[in-house]
Structures are given as structure tokens and as C-alpha cells.
């Protein structure tokens, strides 16, 4: 039954993303892949020499239906948005109206895989990039109600061993699956836009993510045009990726055992 009722949700996110009329990304990207695959190859005997390519691994469909369906958001009447005012605590391990739930390179065919736990914070994981992956995420729950923080500047996270890791901090202001994801570069070097770093106790940093300036995309490319609902804040996501955006890629990520903790996150 529960794999019955995964996979019902998995079709309404399908759907729920066809909202969206930027260049019609596609729904499943990893299916989209294997059915351009289909088209013939150039034999062996026709191409350069060259390094062997990389042996591509299975794709996990499951993991794939487990992860994604955790983050749809079934139709429901409107309700008023919860105020929220700067200072406010948004999640910590001790209190929290919303939980965390892994989101990886899986959806894009990737075989990175983490875990998180909503009790300790602890994010853990291993990210590789092979199957043309290369990066593995935690994403909120959908929230009961979405969040209005028009008063407030940002979102400031408090991170515990992030090491010199650079991180990709992600603000929703839709619940569409494949929906904007307003980011911008955080890491032990400060914010990419703010360039606002506080060192605490026990390898702790609050890094603060502000959204004058946010960048809006949709599968690590840009999108012109959109304005972001601050009085709609429906989600957060944390990834630790190979790319950055347009192309860009993350120039201090490495393959290998991930690890910190999430201590906090609040509005300012």
C-alpha cells in the first residue's frame, strides 16, 4: 500500500510541474535521458582514441519514487500564510513545525545518496559523480502553512562542520516540484551576495542568506523574468553540488564521505 500510494503521489508532481512555461524542462529527467539514448551511436571504430568512458550505473527508480514523493504538496483549500518576524526560529533539532528529508543527484540519475536526521541534525552522506551526477540535497517537508516574511531581510543558517565545503542554500516560493529555486553560494568563506560569515563555538557559522538578490533557477540554469513571493515561502533545500549555475561548477567540491550538521535555521 505504501509503495501504491508513493507512486500516486509521484504522478501528481509530475503533473504539478507542468505549471511552470520556462522552456518546459523535462518531468523525469532521467527518462528523457534514456529515450535520447535510443537513437543510434557512433561505432567504436568510428570515433578518436581516447580514455574509456565511464561505466554508467543502474538508475534507482525506487530511491528515485521514495525521495521525490516526500516533497509534494497534495491540492488543499488556501489558507493565510503564518507571520513570520525577524529573530524567529524557523527549525532546530529541539522545536520545529516542519521536518528535512534527503533529496539527491537520484532524480537526475545520479547514484549519490545522504541521509538526515531531524533529531540531531546530522546530514551524512556519500556524493559521486558518476551517472553524470554529482550532488546530494536535504529539502523541507511541505510546510502545514506556507511562510509570509515580508518583514524579514533573509534566512540565516547555523551550521556546524561545513569545513571549506561551499553549499548551494535554496529558498521556494512555489510548491511545484520542479519549481524556482531561489539560491544563492554559501560556505566557509562567507555568502556569495552578503559575504556575511559569523564564526561560533564548536566549529559553528551562521551564514545568512539574503533575498535581495537571490538567483532564480530551475536545474542549475538561470531564469529570466520572476520576482521572488516573499509572503510565500513554501520550502528550504541545502545541497552540496558539483555544479553552481550556468555552467559554473563548484570549484572546491570532491567525490568522497559528506558530513555536518544543521543547528539551526532562523529569519532575520
Do not use: H
Request: proline residues 8%; aromatic residues 10%; contains cysteine.
Amino acid at each position: 500500500m505504501q509503495t501504491v500510494t508513493s507512486l500516486l503521489l509521484f504522478v501528481i508532481a509530475l503533473e504539478s510541474a507542468t505549471s511552470f512555461s520556462w522552456s518546459q524542462p523535462p518531468l523525469v529527467p532521467e527518462l528523457a535521458k534514456n529515450q535520447s539514448s535510443s537513437s543510434p551511436q557512433p561505432s567504436l571504430s568510428s570515433t578518436s582514441p581516447g580514455p574509456s568512458p565511464q561505466k554508467r550505473e543502474p538508475w534507482d527508480f525506487i530511491r528515485f519514487v521514495k525521495q521525490s514523493s516526500k516533497f509534494v504538496s497534495l491540492p488543499k483549500p488556501p489558507t493565510k500564510p503564518s507571520t513570520i518576524k525577524p529573530g524567529d526560529t524557523l527549525f532546530s533539532p529541539l522545536a520545529s513545525s516542519f521536518s528535512w528529508g534527503p533529496l539527491d543527484d537520484v532524480v537526475m540519475g545520479g547514484v549519490s545518496s545522504s541521509t538526515f536526521n531531524n533529531k540531531s541534525g546530522q546530514w551524512n552522506g556519500y556524493v559521486t559523480d558518476k551517472n553524470s551526477g554529482g550532488f546530494i540535497g536535504i529539502r523541507t517537508t511541505p510546510f502545514n502553512k506556507a511562510l509570509d516574511m515580508s518583514l524579514c531581510k533573509g534566512v540565516e543558517f547555523t551550521l556546524k562542520n561545513v569545513g571549506d565545503k561551499k553549499l548551494k542554500a535554496v529558498v521556494r516560493d512555489s510548491t511545484d516540484f520542479n519549481g524556482i529555486c531561489w539560491t544563492d553560494i554559501i560556505g566557509s568563506n562567507g555568502n556569495a551576495l552578503s559575504g556575511i560569515l559569523k564564526k561560533s563555538k564548536d566549529n559553528e557559522v551562521k551564514l545568512r542568506v539574503p533575498f535581495e538578490g537571490l538567483v532564480p533557477t530551475i536545474f542549475a540554469r538561470t531564469v529570466p523574468d520572476q520576482e521572488l513571493k516573499k509572503d510565500n515561502i513554501v520550502a528550504f533545500q541545502l545541497v552540496y553540488s558539483k555544479f553552481f549555475y550556468d555552467g559554473d561548477l563548484n570549484p572546491d567540491f570532491t567525490v568522497g564521505a559528506f558530513s555536518l550538521d544543521l543547528v539551526e535555521v532562523k529569519a532575520y
